[in-house]
């Protein structure tokens, strides 16, 4: 859903950015002075951490013009109280700055950094907390399309205990990617699928079911991906951003069974990611 920018647009977005994107020292281990830049794939549990890919969100979707702007400049809402926060930080010169994220919602399980968010919104508007802290549907895909039961039966009070441990779904939401890397092959959104996909194995029980909501431009990128389109659901204008969009659904543990791109490089980093917390690419 990212059109392309021209040159100047991609280096004003770059440079609006700079203004509220702490650029922070870093400490990791196997990072020595003089490195080349590098790009360190990992779960968002920091409050720096948390601000930054708010303010990172907000650049990227005031600039297609998917929200409306606010005096903070930063994109948060009631989902985020649900979710768990993947991020990539651009690492040269003993700093580094987040230049790509994307969340995970969860229907029913709030988010182990609530309580961060809660701090973050306290500093900026506190009366605004307790009308975010609850979300009018489970997930956000379900303001434009009737997702079908079936998907759904899990989360009723009604139900008893799902026979299939991973049978919830989550949703796949808010993938924002600072403008200068839209137009260069760095590996970025590669090496986002690949930390969904850790993430999803180190999960307990593990993350199974993905929707995602996208433009129709990018379907047959995402059916290479696994997903399809949600059975009863068609092209529609996506509310509040009033773009097209499909609704598309992933069964990861079907998706891995295939030939895949991230299969055998995550189980090749799995257990040094799950002892050190993130991943990198050169």
């Given at each position: 859903?990212?059109?392309?920018?021209?040159?100047?647009?991609?280096?004003?977005?770059?440079?609006?950015?700079?203004?509220?994107?702490?650029?922070?020292?870093?400490?990791?281990?196997?990072?020595?002075?003089?490195?080349?830049?590098?790009?360190?794939?990992?779960?968002?549990?920091?409050?720096?951490?948390?601000?930054?890919?708010?303010?990172?969100?907000?650049?990227?979707?005031?600039?297609?013009?998917?929200?409306?702007?606010?005096?903070?400049?930063?994109?948060?809402?009631?989902?985020?109280?649900?979710?768990?926060?993947?991020?990539?930080?651009?690492?040269?010169?003993?700093?580094?700055?987040l230049?790509?994220?994307?969340?995970?919602?969860?229907?029913?399980?709030?988010?182990?950094?609530?309580?961060?968010?809660?701090?973050?919104?306290?500093?900026?508007?506190?009366?605004?907390?307790?009308?975010?802290?609850?979300?009018?549907?489970?997930?956000?895909?379900?303001?434009?399309?009737?997702?079908?039961?079936?998907?759904?039966?899990?989360?009723?009070?009604?139900?008893?205990?799902?026979?299939?441990?991973?049978?919830k779904?989550?949703?796949?939401?808010?993938?924002?990617?600072?403008?200068?890397?839209?137009?260069?092959?760095?590996?970025?959104?590669?090496?986002?699928?690949?930390?969904?996909?850790?993430?999803?194995?180190?999960?307990?029980?593990?993350?199974?079911i993905?929707?995602i909501?996208?433009?129709p431009?990018?379907?047959?990128?995402?059916?290479?991906?696994?997903?399809?389109?949600?059975?009863?659901?068609?092209?529609?204008?996506?509310?509040?951003?009033?773009?097209?969009?499909?609704?598309?659904?992933?069964?990861?543990?079907?998706?891995?069974?295939?030939?895949?791109?991230?299969?055998?490089?995550?189980?090749?980093?799995?257990?040094?990611?799950?002892?050190?917390?993130?991943?990198?690419?050169?």
């Amino acid at each position: 859903m990212i059109a392309a920018l021209k040159r100047h647009e991609i280096k004003e977005a770059s440079e609006e950015y700079r203004s509220f994107a702490q650029i922070e020292k870093i400490a990791y281990d196997d990072i020595k002075p003089g490195y080349k830049k590098k790009f360190i794939f990992k779960e968002l549990n920091e409050k720096i951490e948390l601000w930054q890919m708010f303010a990172l969100r907000y650049l990227v979707y005031r600039y297609v013009n998917f929200i409306e702007p606010n005096k903070h400049q930063l994109d948060i809402d009631c989902y985020d109280f649900f979710s768990t926060f993947l991020g990539v930080f651009e690492v040269s010169n003993q700093r580094k700055r987040l230049v790509g994220t994307v969340r995970i919602i969860s229907g029913d399980n709030r988010s182990p950094y609530a309580d961060l968010i809660k701090d973050i919104m306290y500093n900026l508007d506190g009366h605004r907390i307790s009308e975010l802290s609850d979300k009018p549907t489970l997930f956000p895909i379900m303001h434009t399309y009737d997702i079908p039961e079936e998907y759904l039966r899990d989360f009723s009070s009604d139900n008893n205990p799902p026979q299939i441990q991973n049978s919830k779904p989550f949703e796949i939401s808010r993938l924002a990617i600072l403008p200068e890397y839209w137009c260069v092959k760095e590996g970025i959104e590669d090496g986002i699928h690949e930390l969904i996909l850790l993430d999803a194995w180190e999960s307990n029980p593990n993350k199974n079911i993905y929707f995602i909501a996208t433009h129709p431009r990018t379907r047959k990128k995402y059916e290479r991906l696994g997903f399809k389109i949600v059975p009863g659901t068609s092209e529609r204008l996506y509310k509040h951003i009033k773009q097209l969009a499909i609704a598309m659904v992933l069964n990861l543990e079907n998706y891995i069974k295939k030939p895949n791109p991230y299969s055998e490089r995550c189980k090749a980093i799995f257990k040094s990611y799950l002892k050190k917390g993130y991943f990198e690419r050169k």
